[in-house]
């Protein structure tokens, strides 16, 4: 699925709990990947700071995907 990269919503440093149910989307790189055994988490950046997304492989479809995200690669997340 393509997304058009010029329409995220939010940067990663304005991310607030009032933000918690909208629909965001989120471009940057790939900061930090960890695979806690059943949990993966990625560390979304860019210029204004850095979102943690996690996935939970047994309820997420996208947990594929996450677990070939590495360290540099450009993302688009919508969490």
Not at 28 to 35: A, C, E, I, L, S
Not at 64 to 72: H, K, M, N, S
Request: aromatic content about 8%; charged content about 20%; some cysteine.
């Amino acid at each position: 699925m393509a997304i058009a990269y010029n329409r995220r919503t939010h940067f990663c440093g304005q991310l607030r709990a009032a933000d918690v149910g909208n629909n965001v989307l989120l471009v940057g790189w790939v900061n930090n990947y960890r695979d806690h055994g059943g949990m993966v988490f990625i560390d979304v950046r860019d210029y204004t700071g850095i979102t943690q997304i996690k996935f939970n492989p047994q309820t997420g479809c996208m947990s594929g995907l996450a677990a070939r995200q590495r360290q540099e690669d450009v993302s688009a997340v919508r969490p």
